[in-house]
């Protein structure tokens, strides 16, 4: 985590970014307060960040906001662009039914079926700005006709669980199948979420018909690291003009 300080009186502005194993994209967590991001501090904040997550491997700094809100131009003129859109569904395992079991763990040998899968429904863009993570991809797989044709990994904390899914179009009773791995993942009373953007509306169609709530829709916006030289010049002028404190978070 970043504290960059202005001299003069205004609010500090404090910001996280992330980066899990096997993954060349950081993530922006949050940038804190709204009214310090839309100051001059922000390119200064973005650049820490992005220097600092390449020394982990990083490759593109990834975030996701509201279409409407304030950060979303401040990100675009700190060099951002729009790479895709996802809207954030929650939904509970005790809001849904019994359904037959169809998801498996996947192998080693689906590694090809999963990124083929990813490349067929995934936008080439978006693709590029977010990867899926290296070897080894570990979920859960769908298979039809010995294809793999839906993927699921998941994240889970304390409050909640982040679910990561690919299903392809021709994949039918999606709704039973989104049963099936809410029951082996058992979240019991946190909720699940999971991100959807309109390439795959089929599934969006059937989280509504579960129950499920939409968030906002959000926009993907990316930074890519292709001129880390600038970094030396920038540290120079924020000890002339700011402060910060470390340390960065790396998930494990």
């Not at 970043?2 to 949050?30: C, K």
């Not at 982040?162 to 392809?168: A, E, M, S």
Request: glycine share 8%.
């Amino acid at each position: 985590m970043w504290v960059v300080e202005e001299d003069q009186a205004g609010l500090p502005l404090i910001g996280q970014a992330y980066i899990t194993p096997q993954s060349h994209t950081a993530r922006l967590n949050f940038l804190l307060p709204e009214a310090a991001s839309l100051t001059g501090q922000l390119p200064a904040m973005l650049d820490i960040l992005i220097s600092d997550t390449a020394k982990l491997g990083a490759r593109q700094l990834l975030a996701s906001v509201p279409n409407n809100h304030i950060l979303f131009e401040g990100l675009r003129r700190a060099g951002f662009s729009v790479c895709g859109s996802h809207t954030i569904w929650k939904i509970r395992q005790s809001e849904l039914g019994w359904a037959a079991g169809e998801w498996e763990t996947s192998l080693p040998t689906d590694e090809i079926g999963i990124r083929n899968l990813a490349s067929a429904v995934t936008p080439t863009q978006l693709l590029a700005a977010d990867p899926l993570p290296e070897s080894p991809l570990t979920g859960w797989v769908t298979r039809l006709r010995g294809e793999v044709r839906a993927y699921a990994s998941a994240r889970t904390g304390s409050t909640g669980i982040f679910l990561t899914l690919l299903v392809h179009p021709e994949l039918r009773q999606v709704d039973a199948r989104l049963k099936d791995l809410l029951l082996m993942l058992q979240p019991g009373d946190r909720p699940v979420y999971i991100a959807i953007g309109p390439h795959m509306e089929w599934v969006a169609r059937a989280l509504e018909r579960l129950g499920a709530q939409a968030g906002d829709e959000m926009a993907i916006l990316v930074r890519y690291m292709a001129v880390m030289e600038r970094t030396p010049a920038l540290r120079q002028a924020l000890n002339q003009g700011t402060k910060s404190t470390i340390p960065l978070i790396r998930n494990t």
